[in-house]
């Protein structure tokens, strides 16, 4: 089945720094997203991106399908950017089944 | 705009007392819904999907049950809790563009 690695596991960010997020993949995709997870656990859909680049704000995301990878850009990051960044792929015709990476803790400090 | 609501916010029971999570959408007409589990330190995984009222598919075993009583409504169950139950609970709903859209999330403690 579907493998997806996330790296770095965590990363410590003096505030106004950039961060660059990984996630690799295993097999070819439908749907990729990228989430970040509150401290207390809920989560929130920062990007639905299959392919290619998309920004909002100070977030990019970029997926390459054929390199099978995806990164989650944080431009200029502020203390409450602070929390889980989780990527999630789908692969089957069940759309709703996510296969979620361990996710990497960004910690910002002022 | 849709909304997605889920109850309680938490939950401290005791192994082999039952349990019931319920989760609502509003403003989305016959939505896919899934329930998705947490353990600590580990990650998300679906439990269960359902497409319309009255159907539901377990993708993950974990002696829980769902059920779909209403077309707005996903209740999460089961009458005899384990200690591996403990975690976060997430209901979701499945948008535009393929792209799940989230609960808050029940936090579960089993003792």
């Known amino acids: 089945g579907q493998q997806v690695q996330q790296s770095p596991a965590s990363l410590v960010l003096q505030e106004g720094e950039n961060a660059e997020l990984q996630c690799n993949f295993s097999?070819?995709?439908?749907?990729m997203q990228w989430f970040y997870q509150r401290p207390e656990g809920s989560l929130v859909s920062l990007f639905y991106?299959?392919?290619g680049t998309k920004q909002s704000g100070r977030l990019t995301s970029t997926t390459v399908i054929k390199e099978r990878r995806s990164s989650l850009h944080i431009s200029s990051s502020q203390i409450t950017d602070s929390g889980t960044y989780l990527c999630?792929?789908?692969?089957?015709?069940?759309?709703?089944?996510?296969?979620f990476g361990h996710g990497t803790i960004l910690r910002v400090h002022p | 705009a849709q909304t997605i609501h889920q109850w309680p916010v938490a939950e401290i029971k005791a192994v082999g007392s039952p349990l019931s999570l319920g989760c609502t959408i509003k403003?989305?007409?016959?939505?896919?819904l899934y329930w998705y589990w947490q353990a600590t330190g580990g990650t998300l995984q679906q439990l269960f999907y359902s497409i319309t009222v009255g159907q539901v598919e377990s993708v993950v075993q974990l002696n829980l049950s769902a059920s779909r009583p209403k077309d707005d409504q996903f209740i999460l169950s089961t009458e005899k809790l384990l200690l591996s139950h403990s975690g976060f609970y997430l209901c979701?709903?499945?948008?535009?563009?393929?792209?799940?859209?989230f609960g808050a999330g029940t936090r579960l403690s089993v003792l």
């Open positions: 999630a792929t789908n692969t089957g015709a069940n759309t709703g089944k996510l296969t």
């Open positions: 403003g989305k007409s016959s939505p896919n």
């Open positions: 991106n299959p392919s």
């Open positions: 979701a709903w499945l948008g535009d563009q393929n792209t799940l859209y």
């Open positions: 097999t070819s995709l439908n749907s």
